[in-house]
């Protein structure tokens, strides 16, 4: 570790209260999901709000790519999963062939608004041994757009009381 990343390293105390704070701030969240019956897939729109917070640094203009990326994978998830699973070897085909179109387009960096890293993150998740053919993905979609929708809110909404604030402060400074 160098200097400049060991001075501004948290401390354990920083640490416990920013997850204090995160308590009051993702009970909301987990109730909706929980009054929408998709409490138990919501570790899938987790997926998107660390990707797009923790490594977008909750960028604006990576917030379509980060979410859609994320539905892709799903889809993707799921041909690999329910299709074959529904439609025998006609399904594992479209499955293979529909995995090696998007891998294609990943590798290639084409669509990226839809193939990219939070598409490649969903679906490792989307198509492991956890998620089966009976697995819930309309449920998992609804818990990705719920978790979207609240995450992209509470930065909208703290960009805007960010900027009131630098307004009043610019009037107050102006006076």
């Given amino acids: 570790m160098d ?25 909301p969240l987990l109730y909706a999901g929980h009054v929408l019956g ?7 729109g987790f997926i998107f709000v660390t ?6 640094h909750a960028a604006p203009q990576e917030f379509a790519p980060a ?5 892709a994978g799903l889809a993707q998830g799921f041909a690999l999963k329910v299709v074959p699973a529904e439609y025998g070897t006609a399904g594992v085909v479209i499955g293979g062939l529909s995995l090696a179109l998007t891998l294609y387009l990943l590798i290639r960096k084409q669509m990226p608004l839809l193939f990219n890293q939070a598409f490649a993150l969903t ?9 089966d053919a009976a697995a819930d993905y309309v449920a998992s979609g ?6 979207g929708a ?6 909208l909404l703290g960009k805007v009381m960010a900027a009131r604030k630098a307004s009043r402060l610019a009037a107050g400074s102006a006076a």
């Fill in 38 to 44: 998709v409490g138990d897939f919501m570790f899938i």
């Fill in 150 to 155: 609240y995450a992209g809110g509470l930065v």
């Fill in 51 to 56: 990707f797009w917070m923790g490594v977008q």
């Fill in 3 to 27: 200097q400049g990343q060991a001075s501004t390293a948290l401390t354990p105390l920083q640490t416990i209260g920013i997850l204090i704070a995160l308590i009051p701030g993702l009970a």
């Fill in 123 to 131: 679906l490792a998740v989307a198509a492991s041994f956890s998620f």
């Fill in 142 to 147: 609804i818990a990705l757009g719920l978790c």
């Fill in 67 to 71: 979410l859609l990326g994320c539905f």
